[in-house]
């Protein structure tokens, strides 16, 4: 069987994510609440993403990596939320939502 090899934006990323582990981006004295169900409306900082790895790549390609800021702006119940990421409003269902792991920024 023939190894596959990483090209260079799958280094970085997995970089990224030691370097970022190293640093505590969620050093709070809080347990990191799941997206969909967190209390409160406004800044959050990203501390993880669960998932497969088909559904961290693609979380990772929208920009939602671990130390990053989110702003939610609405919770429509438990089916979908409105997130701001770098200047982007994006929608996310609620299995999505589920695999995100914040805290208060």
Same mark, same amino acid.
């Given at each position: 069987?023939?190894?596959?090899?990483?090209?260079?934006?799958?280094?970085?990323?997995?970089?990224?994510?030691?370097?970022?582990?190293?640093?505590?981006?969620?050093?709070?004295? #809080?347990?990191?609440?799941?997206?969909? #169900? !967190?209390?409160? !409306?406004?800044?959050?900082?990203?501390?993880?993403?669960?998932?497969?790895? #088909?559904?961290?790549?693609?979380?990772?390609?929208?920009?939602?990596?671990?130390?990053?800021?989110?702003?939610? +702006?609405?919770? !429509?119940?438990?089916? #979908?939320?409105?997130?701001?990421?770098?200047?982007?409003?994006?929608?996310?269902?609620?299995?999505?939502?589920?695999? +995100?792991?914040?805290?208060?920024?």
């Amino acid at each position: 069987m023939k190894q596959r090899r990483f090209g260079k934006a799958c280094r970085q990323l997995a970089d990224w994510g030691k370097r970022c582990k190293r640093e505590r981006c969620c050093s709070t004295p #809080q347990h990191p609440s799941i997206l969909s #169900q !967190s209390g409160c !409306s406004g800044n959050l900082r990203i501390c993880g993403v669960r998932g497969d790895r #088909q559904t961290c790549a693609r979380m990772a390609s929208l920009g939602f990596l671990p130390g990053r800021e989110v702003e939610l +702006i609405c919770k !429509s119940g438990a089916d #979908q939320c409105m997130v701001k990421i770098n200047g982007s409003t994006i929608s996310l269902d609620a299995d999505t939502a589920a695999a +995100i792991l914040v805290a208060p920024a």
